[in-house]
C-alpha cells in the first residue's frame, strides 16, 4: 500500500470514527427539530473535514475530489444532519471559480435570473449561500451569508430545504463559461456519494437484522426467500457504488459519468430501501431505528439534484448531440474531439 493510500485510510477511518460518535440515532432524529447538529457540526469543522478538496491558499484544507467523496459516502451512511456535502461543493465551485472560501456552512444553489427566489436550498437557514446562474448576461456567482428572506421547508428525511431570495445589495460577479454546469455536477456527484452511503448503511442494518434474527428455529438469514432478496439488495448497492466513483472531470467528448451515476443512484435508491423495510418488518419504521433515518434520506435524495427520469432523458439529448461519431467514444471513454461536456469551467 502506498502512503497516498495510507493517507486515504486514515481519512476514512478519522470520518468514520467522528460520524458514529456524533450520529447516534437519538441525535439525528432529534436534529430534525432543530435543522441541524450544530455539535456534530464543529466538530467536523475543527478536523479540517468540511472543505477537502479545496486548496488550502483559498480557504480549504487540502486534499483531493477522491478524498472528499469518500467523506460523503462516509456522511450518507451515517445519515449525517449537517450540511457537509454542501459545503464540500461550494468549496469546489469557490476555488474553482478562484475566490476565498468563507468560513462556516455552505450550501449551493443553481438557477437562472438573480432576482428568481432559490428553491429548496439545503440548509439555506444556516449556511451561506452560494448561488450561480446563466440569464442574458452570461453566467454569475453570488455569495449570501444573510439571505433577505427564506421560507423554510424540510425533506422526508426532516433536513432543511428552504426557499431562499438573495436580495438586490448582494453582490454578483461574473463567472466563467460552464461555471453553472460544473455546479450542477458536483450538486449530482455529490448526491449520488451520499446515497451510495446510505444504501451501504441499509444493506449492513439488514443483514445484521436477519443473521440475528430467528424464525423457526433457525436465522432468517438461512431462509433460501431471504437470501433471495438480500442477494437483489446486493447488487444494487453494487449499481449505486460503482456508479459513483470520484475521480478527475471526465475528459472532453467521454459520457457525462456524474450524470449516469445519479440516474443509477435514484433508480436503486427506492429498491433498496423497500427491501430493507420488508426484511425488517414494523421495527424498521420506529422513530429513531436507523433504518428509517436511513431509508427517509434514500427516498428524499433520489429525487434531489435531478431524479433518475430527468438524468436519462438528459443522457439521451447528449447522445442525440454526439451523433454517430461521437457516440462510441462516450461509451468506450476514449477522448474525441470536441465536445467539452466533462471538463470543468476554467480558472478564473
Not at 247 to 270: F, H, N
Request: a negative charge; one cysteine or more.
Amino acid at each position: 500500500m502506498s502512503a497516498a493510500d495510507d493517507e486515504r485510510e486514515l481519512l476514512r477511518d478519522t470520518v468514520e470514527r467522528l460520524l458514529a460518535e456524533h450520529c447516534v440515532p437519538e441525535r439525528v432524529a432529534a436534529a430534525a427539530k432543530t435543522g441541524w447538529d450544530a455539535t456534530a457540526w464543529r466538530a467536523l469543522e475543527r478536523t479540517g473535514l468540511t472543505l477537502v478538496g479545496s486548496p488550502e491558499e483559498l480557504g480549504g484544507s487540502g486534499g483531493d475530489l477522491a478524498s472528499a467523496a469518500d467523506i460523503a459516502v462516509a456522511a450518507g451512511a451515517a445519515a449525517a444532519p449537517v450540511p457537509l456535502t454542501e459545503t464540500l461543493a461550494a468549496g469546489m465551485l469557490l476555488a474553482q471559480a478562484g475566490l476565498p472560501i468563507p468560513p462556516g456552512p455552505l450550501t449551493l444553489a443553481v438557477t437562472a435570473h438573480r432576482q428568481q427566489t432559490l428553491c429548496r436550498v439545503p440548509y439555506g437557514r444556516l449556511a451561506t449561500t452560494v448561488a450561480v446562474g446563466v440569464d442574458e448576461g452570461g453566467e454569475w456567482l453570488a455569495i449570501a451569508a444573510h439571505p433577505v428572506q427564506v421560507r423554510l421547508g424540510r425533506n422526508m428525511a426532516g433536513e432543511p430545504r428552504d426557499d431562499v431570495s438573495l436580495g438586490a445589495d448582494t453582490e454578483v460577479r461574473r463567472a466563467g463559461a460552464g461555471t453553472a454546469d460544473y455546479a450542477q455536477r458536483l450538486r449530482r456527484l455529490f448526491r449520488s456519494l451520499l446515497i451510495a452511503g446510505a444504501a451501504q448503511r441499509a444493506l449492513e442494518l439488514s443483514l445484521a437484522y436477519v443473521t440475528e434474527r430467528e424464525q423457526f428455529g433457525r436465522p432468517l438469514a438461512e431462509l433460501p426467500t431471504i437470501q433471495q432478496e438480500l442477494a437483489r439488495m446486493a447488487g444494487e448497492v453494487a449499481l449505486i457504488t460503482q456508479a459513483a466513483v470520484a475521480d478527475d472531470p471526465p475528459a472532453e467528448g467521454t459520457i457525462p459519468a456524474v450524470l449516469a451515476a445519479k440516474a443509477q443512484a435514484s433508480q436503486s435508491a427506492g429498491i433498496v430501501a423497500a427491501i430493507a423495510h420488508q426484511l425488517h418488518g414494523a421495527i424498521g419504521t420506529t422513530e429513531e431505528h436507523h433504518l428509517r433515518l436511513t431509508t427517509t434520506r434514500l427516498w428524499s435524495w433520489r429525487d434531489e439534484d435531478s431524479p433518475a427520469g430527468e438524468c436519462l432523458a438528459e443522457l439521451g439529448r447528449a447522445a442525440i448531440r454526439a451523433g454517430s461519431g461521437g457516440l462510441w467514444p462516450w461509451l468506450s471513454g476514449s477522448p474525441a474531439a470536441g465536445g467539452g461536456q466533462g471538463s470543468p469551467p476554467p480558472r478564473r
